[in-house]
């Protein structure tokens, strides 16, 4: 401890009088450039000219690292600014494409029910208005679900219809819901009309999708691509004058055409008695009968 606080003061002691001197030597430089000024001032603007010569390109170096400094610094700023607001412009999109689908959703459904209140006021009768709410595609067999049942009134054998045409028949009844089996399902027979020539025809369903529809008269093939085919009111079931299909290919024998109610894009049925009650109702006990 008495050796190291000698030592320590030393070092402390040529701190300060190197201190010293440079505090001494910047004076007298100073006091010489005064001096240098004040009796030859043309010798002291070259010193100034050297010197701005020497600390120039040092300076100038100084200010590009702190400008890029500075546009780093800037750059990363503006490019998460950036990032924020596309992220903000990205998000406020979807919410607008969501509004605009919820938009267009309600529009297509109060479409559908000012068309199915026009033809309610023009139906012959209205046992119950439900909604389709499935059905099926995959299968042989095409059956929809109503959303209306044996409380609302409805019973088996009551046509389903859309404003753009047939859907089909009721086939199986709840309380709530009911079955529905479509026109394109290969069960599905309707006595129809070709629109065009009032020539009486047979549509029944293929199972896929389409109706196989096929004239009553053997003979030259009545069909034209685009030609509608409606029901007759033969049979007692379905009610006349109700859009069916549309032609799409033709046969040798007949056409293959498409429903003009698609049951995918219809939201709101109604449900109708049958055309001729007593008709189906003879036809329903001679059906039991045979049965033995």
Same mark, same amino acid.
């Given at each position: 401890?008495? *050796? ?33 000024? #004040?009796?030859?001032? @043309? ?8 010197? #701005?010569?020497? %600390? ?9 690292? *702190?400008? *890029? !400094? ?11 600014? !950036? ?9 406020? =999109?979807?919410?607008?494409? &969501?509004?605009? /689908?919820? !938009? @267009?959703?309600?529009?297509?459904? =109060?479409?559908?029910? @000012? ?5 309610? &006021? ?10 389709? /709410? ?43 819901? $009911? ?7 290969? *069960? ?8 065009? $020539? ?5 549509? &029944? ?15 030259? =093939? ?8 409606? %029901? $007759?009111? %033969? ?15 033709? @046969? ?32 329903? $006990? ?7």
């Amino acid at each position: 401890m008495a *050796t190291a606080r000698p030592g320590w003061s030393r070092r402390a002691q040529y701190g300060l009088f190197f201190s010293l001197l440079g505090v001494i030597a910047g004076v007298v430089v100073g006091l010489i450039l005064l001096a240098v000024s #004040l009796l030859a001032p @043309k010798t002291f603007s070259d010193i100034r000219g050297a010197a #701005l010569n020497v %600390t120039g390109p040092v300076s100038g170096a100084l200010h590009e690292v *702190t400008a *890029t !400094a500075q546009g780093l610094v800037t750059g990363a700023g503006d490019y998460w600014d !950036a990032a924020r607001q596309n992220g903000e412009l990205k998000r406020q =999109n979807r919410a607008m494409l &969501q509004r605009m /689908v919820e !938009a @267009k959703a309600i529009a297509h459904e =109060n479409r559908q029910l @000012k068309a199915l209140l026009q033809l309610r &006021q023009h139906a012959r009768d209205t046992v119950a208005v439900g909604r389709i /709410v499935g059905s099926s595609f995959n299968s042989p067999r095409r059956f929809a679900i109503l959303s209306a049942g044996a409380s609302d009134g409805i019973r088996e054998s009551m046509p389903v219809r859309s404003p753009d045409g047939l859907i089909g028949r009721i086939v199986d009844v709840g309380q709530l819901a $009911s079955r529905v089996l479509l026109v394109s399902d290969r *069960t599905s027979i309707v006595p129809a009309l070709l629109l065009r $020539s009032n020539i009486p025809v047979i549509a &029944q369903g293929r199972g896929d999708g389409t109706i196989e529809v096929r004239p009553l008269e053997v003979g030259r =093939n009545p069909f034209r691509p685009g030609d509608l085919i409606i %029901t $007759s009111g %033969t049979g007692g079931l379905y009610p006349p004058l109700v859009p069916v299909a549309r032609i799409i290919k033709l @046969k040798d024998d007949g056409a293959i055409a498409i429903p003009l109610a698609d049951p995918s894009k219809t939201s709101f049925v109604i449900v109708e008695p049958p055309f001729e009650p007593a008709a189906i109702a003879a036809e329903k $006990s001679a059906t039991t009968e045979d049965a033995p």
